[in-house]
């Protein structure tokens, strides 16, 4: 019954590539080579900065839906645009799945650029819900996803500090089927949980685990697909606790809380867990395309909106909102074989909503 769901979840998905690919922000001729640029929505800004500067045509769309896509693209057929804009490692991760269903499929991507634009994996608590994570048995004064996890569901008065008022503990993950964050946060919640980062398929199928991520999944507030990223939820509907804790990138939260209305500011608290994993933009110019060139040149031209948008990079200022510490790590901090996060991405999205 899991699979089948997943795999209605595939077809709505591809469906849902053709009626969002209408979102074509065109450049305004002043340069660029006239590139088509496809970038994932958690870069929708960033795009758009450029594409007001440039004559770069952008697409916006969730990553999901893009590698959904990609992956049923038959072999002798390019896609519809020249590159794409997307935290590492899904031009990776297509690329695997496209050789799994068929070994005589070439690479669709030429090697990605070096991250241009990176961000830390935050969790966003609220205020007073912070304090009682912090004190419970199972965080021990440490609050990340493991943690999170082992009381997600429960009601917070079996908490020490928690209110009646505010039900049972709600976090949000986001959906690692359909977004490129969501998939980070899983992959970091994943290492905090087996404690290592280069899990493998089989650390995701023993029952320990599985109990853990069907924990929290059942604790996910079920909103609609209108209600935008759990974090967006979060703030947006203060003081309503649609959730309790959110995972997402400093990108989304530093600016996002710092231009938030004070009484908003004030109720949520920003969290870095350790070892820092980091979200890395990256431009994956399409291999056979006649345009390659000329798409993997805009890595310069988009460090700057990156840059505005929230993304820490080195050279820019920092928007509003964006620490400099923690120090970010030399890598990612995910896993360096990108099939791993296709398992990772089958078993979340396998697990029952």
Known sequence: MRRLGAA???????????????????????????????????????????????DVSVTVEPAGVTARSLVALPGDQ???????????????????????????????????????GRSPLVLVARADRAPVLQATPECNAKVDWKCIGAVAGRAWTDL???????????????????????????????????????????????????????????????????????FAAMVQQLPTATYDVVGTTEEEAGPGIADAAPDRRRALTLLYPEPVVTADVVLAAVAADPRKDDAESLTGDLAAPLARQGWRVPGQPAARGVRDTPALPRSSGLPSDPGALVALQETWGGIPK
């Not at 088509?36 to 960033?46: F, N, T």
């Not at 590159?83 to 690479?107: C, F, G, H, I, Y």
């Not at 980062?197 to 929290?216: H, P, R």
């Open 8 to 54: 209605i979840a595939a077809v709505l998905l591809v469906v849902a590539a053709i009626l969002i690919r209408n979102n074509v922000i065109e450049g305004d001729g002043s340069g660029g080579g006239g590139v088509r640029l496809l970038c994932a929505s958690e870069l929708e800004a960033a795009c758009t900065d450029l594409a007001d500067h440039s």
């Open 78 to 116: 390019r896609p519809d645009f020249d590159a794409w804009l997307v935290p590492s490692p899904w031009p990776q991760m297509v690329d695997v799945q496209r050789r799994a269903e068929e070994p005589a499929k070439t690479p669709l991507f030429a090697k990605p650029s070096d991250p241009i």
């Open 160 to 230: 020490p500090g928690g209110q009646a008022a505010w039900g049972t503990v709600k976090p949000g993950p986001g959906d690692p089927t359909v977004s490129a964050t969501a998939l980070l946060v899983a992959s970091q919640a994943t290492s905090e949980f087996l404690d290592k980062t280069d899990y493998a398929k089989e650390d995701l199928d023993s029952d320990q685990y599985l109990d853990w991520v069907n924990g929290i999944e059942r604790a996910v507030p079920k909103l609609p697909p209108t209600a935008g990223s759990p």
